[in-house]
């Protein structure tokens, strides 16, 4: 397998060629020989014991198969010719859920015997196999589920060795029940015998259970007789329940398979509000769950791309393009609080029984067609996986709570994905991807990469593999960090990895990067510039061994540079070990911080006053700021008074926004850059783009080129007083960005020969700028490397800083 997750445009399974090894004393006879197989990869949690146990029998072979710490381990015997034919079998006819990497036998004495068994696991010794992630219920499980003559008719955690929990429930290696949260629901007859049945589905599924050995739901909710007492249980069907509190208005915790979920009726105006008030949400998008495909058909685009990556295994929430003309004939109603102002919405489909329960089976009293589905906490803070947690914490976000008694070993955050060019490009990688790991072009040393502060995600390396922990979130707050320990600790104890080398941002107030200096414990500590670390993630994904240097373009909001500015719009040449800084945009003064981030209006007004452009009053920025502030800010301008410079990509993108008068107040991070790019795919026949600045003969002092952002500025401001609407403006924005992509990489080459640019960093979530660059890139010989495997923005960090650091510490 290629791809960095199953269902994510790879093959399921890869074809390894068996390796062999022979010995005199082992040579087989002509009659029979014996064969100790070795399989490495997502082999454990999918059913790979029971195929290899059926593939034997059918092929007439004696001998065992068990789970180890380094994989699913066979010995076999039988006539040579089977023999060849079984081994290359395993992996060209592997379960689906499997990702075969290896396949090593070897020839040992023969045994005799007769049958083919399967073993109990063995333990002990370091863990080398892969865990499988969570995959959404199969297709089987799901017409079961609502089959009245089916005993697990109803049942909310029907699973099989194709589908359900793995990741978030496995506490230990090897993948048997009792390393699980399973271990505490003993199996009752029925499932026991289905287990241990080698031609039933769930032969050795280790979740298997139905209505009699658990787990079991049951429904909580505030006793209206108690107030202020703790929430009490709602008699009747759970899910009935639940459905009918949704149906009323009300949100309702769900316990999902990664954490709990905040639900509620997506049509009812009131209930979304009321739910966007709670959690502090702002106007950042609310995710929508439906029932079935069709259900959204009316609502957005929907292309082939799209429907495999909502129907597959992995299910994330896919970013959808609204039907231009609004929701046709039939569509659901969805609430405007849902995605206020937002063209695109977050859709998933069902991904666990539950789900599947919740909308309802036929003959069920209707219920809400769609359904919001966030994240269970309050916005900023991790996600609630603990039941006792989950009623206190969530007591002042819902009206009831729908939980079970299966325990969540790790909290996984939904996926989020959008499509770009025919391909899915994570905005966040997560629930169905995690753990599974992403292969790398070098061999590192076993090593831990923090990542960043914000998209936390930390990494795990060890010679050709890096393991990618599920989104951790914003590293604000305590209840995140110990998260982010918890985290590190699960990855460990399932790869087998120790490290002995950290790596970590640059930057100095990094809450990550001051854990991994507490933790050193005697080992190195490489600290890695963000950018650089971008562009290397970019690299090793795409295969590149780092012998030859890359153009990267790394584009975002923040990342502490070499002279203590804060980067954001560079352009290094790069490989693994090192990198100079080609060019970047001109700085320009940040006033207040992170003040400015959340007011694109005070950008706009700092870029405004670089560029030497007055601040008229019939420019919107000027128009939004308090006359009080308009002052003060001058003059924090004028006296360079907590003006960091910066040199942002992200920056100009919120100044802009706001130039333009789309958006002047940003509520969640990247709102306005967000708001600019919906803008600028209505800006229809735009004319030309402005155009950058690009000194070439006036480099700085460090011998990068710089793009001065003046003419654009002072282009979109002619633009705003001629009237000029701000979709034209965003659009001649953005072409603005991808020409100057085009210009600086092309400077590039002229200079030093190389022909691969990398585009990386969280502004390039931005489809729109992403393609054009690309294209026009492409159309001028270029190899363009763009991200398909790990985030471009820092939830794929962490994977550039292993690679650096192992690079410059020695792989």
């Known amino acids: 397998m290629t791809g960095g997750q199953p269902g994510a445009g790879a093959a399921p399974h890869a074809e390894e060629a068996p390796t062999a090894t022979a010995d005199p004393a082992t040579a087989p006879g002509p009659d029979g020989a014996r064969r100790r197989i070795t399989v490495r990869g997502i082999v454990q949690g999918v059913g790979f014991r029971p195929f290899v146990h059926a593939l034997a029998t059918e092929s007439g072979l004696s001998g065992h198969v068990s789970n180890t710490g380094e994989g699913v381990v066979t010995e076999v015997e039988g006539p040579p010719a089977a023999l060849r034919r079984f081994e290359a079998r395993l992996s060209a006819e592997a379960p689906p859920l499997a990702v075969v990497e290896t396949v090593d036998g070897e020839d040992i004495p023969v045994a005799g015997g007769t049958g083919f068994t399967i073993l109990p696991s063995r333990t002990g010794g370091p863990a080398r196999t892969l865990v499988a992630p969570d995959a959404a219920t199969c297709d089987a499980c799901v017409a079961e589920l609502t089959d009245p003559a089916d005993r697990r008719y109803r049942h909310p955690f029907i699973t099989c060795t194709h589908c359900g929990p793995r990741f978030t429930i496995v506490r230990a290696l090897p993948y048997d029940r009792a390393h699980t949260t399973m271990a505490g629901f003993p199996m009752c007859p029925r499932c026991a015998a289905e287990y241990a049945d080698p031609a039933d589905r769930r032969f050795h599924a280790q979740p298997v259970a139905c209505h009699d050995c658990g787990p079991r739901l049951r429904l909580l909710a505030d006793d209206p007789d108690a107030p202020g007492g703790p929430p009490r249980p709602v008699p009747g069907d759970p899910v009935a329940g639940a459905r009918r509190l949704l149906a009323a208005g009300a949100i309702v915790a769900v316990k999902g398979l990664g954490g709990y979920h905040l639900v509620c009726d997506a049509g009812d105006d009131r209930a979304v509000a009321e739910l966007r008030r709670r959690k502090a949400r702002g106007e950042q998008p609310f995710a929508l769950m439906a029932r079935q495909l069709d259900e959204v058909a009316g609502l957005v685009e929907i292309g082939p791309a799209e429907r495999a990556l909502l129907t597959g295994p992995v299910r994330p929430i896919v970013l959808l393009r609204r039907r231009p003309g609004g929701p046709g004939p039939g569509a659901p109603t969805v609430s405007e609080a849902v995605a206020p102002g937002c063209p695109d919405l977050g859709v998933m489909l069902p991904y666990t029984p539950l789900h599947h329960l919740l909308f309802g089976l036929p003959g069920d009293p209707e219920g809400p067609r769609l359904l919001v589905m966030t994240s269970g906490n309050v916005s900023g803070d991790p996600l609630v996986t603990d039941d006792t947690d989950a009623l206190t914490r969530l007591a002042h976000l819902t009206d009831a709570w729908l939980a079970h008694d299966r325990a969540i070993e790790v909290p996984c955050d939904d996926s989020v994905v959008r499509v770009s060019d025919g391909e899915p490009l994570y905005v966040r990688r997560s629930r169905g991807c995690a753990p599974y790991p992403v292969p790398l072009p070098v061999p590192v040393r076993p090593a831990l990469a923090t990542g960043g502060d914000l998209k936390t995600v930390l990494c795990l390396g060890e010679g050709r593999r890096a393991w990618l922990s599920a989104h951790i979130g914003d590293m604000d707050d305590l209840a995140t960090q110990l998260a982010f320990e918890r985290a590190g600790e699960h990855l460990e104890t399932l790869t087998g990895v120790r490290p002995r080398l950290l790596a970590t941002d640059r930057h100095p107030g990094y809450r990550t990067g001051q854990w991994a200096r507490r933790h050193t414990r005697g080992r190195p500590l490489v600290r890695v510039q963000h950018h650089h670390a971008h562009i290397a993630a970019a690299m090793a994904e795409h295969g590149l061994d780092g012998r030859q240097p890359v153009i990267g373009v790394a584009f975002d909001g923040t990342g502490y540079g070499d002279d203590g500015a804060i980067w954001g719009g560079e352009v290094l040449l790069a490989d693994y070990a090192g990198y100079r800084r080609f060019a970047h945009l001109g700085y320009v003064p940040l006033p207040g911080g992170d003040t400015s981030v959340r007011r694109p209006y005070r950008m706009a007004l700092a870029h405004l006053r670089a560029a030497g452009l007055p601040w008229t009053a019939e420019l919107p920025p000027v128009a939004a700021c308090p006359p009080d502030e308009l002052r003060l800010l001058a003059r924090q301008l004028e006296r360079d008074i907590n003006c960091a410079p910066t040199s942002s990509m992200g920056r100009l993108f919120d100044a802009v926004s706001s130039l333009a008068g ?106 729109l700028l992403a393609e054009s660059a690309a294209r026009t890139l492409r159309e001028d010989g270029f190899t363009v490397l763009r991200h398909r495997l790990v985030p471009p923005n820092d939830g794929g960090l962490a994977l550039g800083q292993l690679l650096v650091a192992a690079r410059r510490r020695g792989a």
Request: hydrophobic share 50%; aromatic share 4%; charged share 20%.
């Open 662 to 767: 789309i958006c002047h107040h940003a509520g969640y991070e990247a709102q306005a850059a967000a708001a600019l790019e919906a803008a600028a795919r209505a800006g229809g026949d735009h004319g030309p783009g402005y155009a950058f600045a690009v000194r070439t003969d006036a480099p700085t002092a460090g011998g990068a080129l710089v793009a001065d952002p003046a003419p654009v500025l002072a282009a979109a401001a002619e633009d705003v007083r001629a009237g000029a609407r701000p979709e034209r403006v965003a659009a001649r924005f953005h072409a603005a960005v991808a020409g100057l992509v085009r210009r600086v990489c092309g400077l590039a080459r002229e200079r030093t020969g190389l022909s691969t640019v990398a585009l990386t960093g969280g502004v390039f979530v931005n489809t």
